[in-house]
T-cell receptor
Framework: DVKVTQSSRYLVKRTGEKVFLECVQD?????MFWYRQDPGLGLRLIYF???????EKGDIPEGYSVSREKKERFSLILESASTNQTSMYLC?????????FGNGTRLTVT | GENVEQHPSTLSVQEGDSAVIKCTYS??????FPWYKQELGKRPQLIID?????GEKKDQRIAVTLNKTAKHFSLHITETQPEDSAVYFC??????????FGAGTTVTVRA
């Protein structure tokens, strides 16, 4: 069974802090994704990566960056956290389709 | 990217009745349409998917239909049970491997 692990289930950060959200998958998948989930908006793609050190912007990349130094690990970085980045963040991986999601990180920025 | 619209946003059904959720998409090149179920506090999980070379797919009590001409697809749940209560998301693929999701439908099955 595919396992996608997000390092934190809950995070509380202050405005202006640099925030790292970590995601690890154990199935040697090429593709990894970061989504943001907000009520009434569904899941929106922030960034994805199709190979080590390769990344591509999704639909809402502003205020975020990513890092993929190893195939199994994909990090989402909030350079300077803002209150409008309070949300549920979901990491996913796939060989092609479908997506396998992690449990999510609920980030609160105060 | 792809624009996926999902209706209704909430759906309440009596146990044993059927539930139908409808989605439309904008990119005619989309060829893969998965449905995810998310129970409260849990991750979204794939329940069924369909590719553009078929018009219908069924798995026990759930089925998905696809109309490529009209660019819409639907999820059908028959004989609903309390454990079907969850949020359901439709999605469509674009640019080969990006998934664009609908806003979600909260399904409540009344006992």
């Amino acid at each position: 069974d595919v396992k996608v692990t997000q390092s934190s289930r809950y995070l509380v950060k202050r405005t202006g802090e640099k925030v790292f959200l970590e995601c690890v998958q154990d199935m040697d998948h090429e593709n990894m994704f970061w989504y943001r989930q907000d009520p009434g908006l569904g899941l929106r793609l922030i960034y994805f990566s199709y190979d080590v050190k390769m990344k591509e912007k999704g639909d809402i990349p502003e205020g975020y960056s990513v890092s993929r130094e190893k195939k199994e690990r994909f990090s989402l970085i909030l350079e300077s956290a803002s209150t409008n980045q309070t949300s549920m963040y979901l990491c996913a991986s796939s060989p092609s389709s479908p997506l396998h999601f992690g449990n999510g990180t609920r980030l609160t920025v105060t | 990217g792809e624009n996926v619209e999902q209706h209704p946003s909430t759906l309440s059904v009596q146990e044993g009745d059927s539930a139908v959720i409808k989605c439309t998409y904008s990119d005619s090149a989309s060829n893969y349409f998965p449905w995810y179920k998310q129970e409260l506090g849990k991750r979204p999980q794939l329940i069924i998917d369909i590719r553009s070379n078929v018009g219908e797919k069924k798995d026990q009590r759930i089925a998905v239909t696809l109309n490529k001409t009209a660019k819409h697809f639907s999820l059908h749940i028959t004989e609903t049970q309390p454990e079907d209560s969850a949020v359901y998301f439709c999605a469509a693929i674009y640019n080969d491997y990006k998934l664009s999701f609908g806003a979600g439908t909260t399904v409540t099955v009344r006992a």
